[in-house]
């Protein structure tokens, strides 16, 4: 699913209209219904109370004019409360002139800021993707209200204050939504940590924009959803045996850590690759061998940490990172896995696939020179505190995007930036956000998860470099929201998303 711009999403709304031959209030109305219909699944009547809808001057106020007659219709109660303005635009004075007299209306002013009971169902049609600047003055003044009443604010398209694909200053006032509905597709906006607690839960309702034309705009931005991976898994075929779904290598663990080593297996065994080796300290032997029966293991000269690199041959993919530690040894062996890695392998012609996480990539991040190293395709698996090790400190999400995408460019390689909407940053430019996962995820182990998934996937033949790192990066998520419906979010743990994550690939099959 793609991501657009505000200014996009304007142009999408008229290439819509001329396209299904709507005047633009006929969409209005399609939005409002579609609001509505939410709304109605939501609340009864009875739940709802008296609902206030709070309209600003633009289309985003005449999509709550236009819900609150279409609620009364529904039986409802409603008043609505609209904030002066010396332009209105012209839909909204068509809503306001069909607004039913039975809807209480009042002109909002500073001394006649609405009464908001706490607990109250107020929707939030005061600015939509139309604001050209921060809010100031009554409007500010208006939200700020809202904020301190306590009430149940749903957002119609966007919370008003919030820019759909840029940052508003730090002061500025913003509603706090407890649920936002929006239309068509997900903004920007949506995806970032810094707008979480405006957006409250969000949900995209269809309202029948013109596909042609979201397919026809480039966009850097997409949203990784269930459409976007089906079919992604390719079918096991019949005569295949364990040479057809790759011989992964994985480099992990350290004293103290082998239960990293242990996760990433476990995980890397339940994606389908064909045989996992698995190279570890001296220390691990007896623990990896045990609690992973079906992966092979080679031991390293050095008891606690990684000092070797094994022979790479027969392998079509390496992971590196999980509970390494950062011995200045380990640090030698990520070196000559870097450069071993790049040489073009005999039976594809391209560079050794790698997944790099946790320590490789602190290591990586002390020693930046070896980033000219990375072979074409390398996946680095950051979390926001690694990545910026391995860049600069981030002024704010949207800068932090920007760094992302540079760095993918300037590597050629894809960077899966973890977070509540993990996003992956292709060589091309191109940044997906994924819809799957769980705050439940938020627990150690849960990175080295990831990595086993995408270690398997990358040995993979069939998958491309992207395929199998956007689909990696869903499964996981998926994998994690099958596990907390068993254990719940906080009873949670990394183990839980491994043990699930054969039942979330079977949804594939
Ligand atoms: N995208 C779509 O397909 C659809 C959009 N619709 C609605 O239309 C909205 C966009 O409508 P508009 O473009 O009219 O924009 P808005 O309703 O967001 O507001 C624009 C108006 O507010 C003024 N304004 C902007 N920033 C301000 C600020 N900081 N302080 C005071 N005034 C400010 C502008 O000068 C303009 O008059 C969407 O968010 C959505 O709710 C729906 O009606 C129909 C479908
Ligand atoms: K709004």
Known sequence: MKILSAAQTRELDQATQTEQRLISVELMERAASA?????????SSADAGEILILCGPGNNGGDGLAVARQLLQRGYRVRVALLPATRHSPDWQHNRQHLPKAVPSSEISTKKLPDIAAGALVIDALFGTGLSRPLAGL???????????????????IPSGLFADQSQPADSAVVCAQHTVSFGLPKLAFLLPQNAEYMGEWSIEDIGLSQKFVADTTTPWHYTNAAAVAGALPVRPKFSHKGTFGHALLLAGSRGKMGAAVLAAGACLRSGVGLLTAHIP?????????????????????ADFISELPKL??????????????????????RQLLKAAAKPTAKTGKPLPLVIDADALNLLGQHRELLKLLPENTVLTPHPKEFERLTEPARDDYHR?????????????LVVLKGACTCLATPEGELHF??????????????????????????HAQLSPFEAVRLGVYAHGRAGDLAATHSGQAGLVAGDIVRHIGPALKEWE
Request: aromatic residues 6%; proline residues 3%; negative net charge.
């Open 35 to 43: 609001f509505v219909a939410w709304l109605s699944s939501r609340y």
């Open 139 to 157: 409007a500010a003044t208006v939200v700020t209200h809202l904020n301190q009443a306590r009430a149940r604010v749903i957002a119609i398209d």
């Open 282 to 302: 001296g220390c691990g032997y007896d623990i990896f061998q045990t609690s992973q029966p079906e992966a092979m293991c080679l031991t390293d000269a050095k």
């Open 313 to 334: 041959d027969g392998y079509q993919a390496v992971g590196i990172g999980p509970g390494l530690g950062q011995d200045a040894a380990s640090l030698a062996v990520l």
């Open 401 to 413: 995007l920007d760094l992302l995408r540079d760095f993918a460019v300037q590597h050629h390689c």
């Open 434 to 459: 994924n819809n799957t996962g769980n705050p439940g995820m938020a627990t150690g182990g849960s990175g080295d998860v990831l990595t086993g998934i995408l270690l398997a996937l990358r040995a």
